[in-house]
């Protein structure tokens, strides 16, 4: 059984930084997708970034060039490096593990078939 345990949300003002991370226990054979989802009041739960087993990033167009997605080398840790935060970006961020393996990137910012955190809540203001 796969567990994730994200930390590292916040509050800051636009234009500011913040670093998530997400320890995960139970992971198998490394051929399983991780990434980020978020969930602002309201909306649907949305993939944010994601990183395959080769190292593949894939992000939503609205946090590209600002948000970085990044694994240890011994992937028991995963990281979202997000700056400068807009107050859209405010949000649930959840840790995701994808349930199904080699699956791609795409797909699995497609998909809530995965393994959840319980959240870290990122609060941005203007």
């Known amino acids: 059984q796969v567990q994730l345990a994200e930390s590292g949300g916040g509050s800051v003002q636009a234009g500011g930084s913040l670093r998530l991370s997400c320890v995960i226990s139970?992971?198998?054979?490394?051929?399983?997708?991780l990434g980020w989802f978020r969930q602002a009041p309201g909306k649907e739960r949305e993939g944010v970034a994601a990183?395959?087993?080769?190292?593949?990033?894939r992000y939503v167009d609205s946090v590209k060039g600002r948000f970085t997605i990044s694994q240890d080398s011994a992937k028991s840790t995963l990281s979202l490096q997000m700056t400068s935060l807009k107050p859209e970006d405010s949000a649930m961020y959840y840790c995701?593990?994808?349930?199904?393996?080699?699956?791609?990137?795409?797909?699995?910012?497609?998909?809530?078939?995965?393994?959840w955190g319980q959240g870290t809540q990122v609060t941005v203001s203007s």
């Open positions: 995701a593990y994808d349930r199904q393996p080699y699956r791609s990137t795409w797909q699995f910012l497609n998909s809530k078939d995965n393994y």
């Open positions: 990183i395959n087993s080769e190292g593949i990033t």
């Open positions: 139970g992971y198998d054979d490394g051929s399983h997708t």
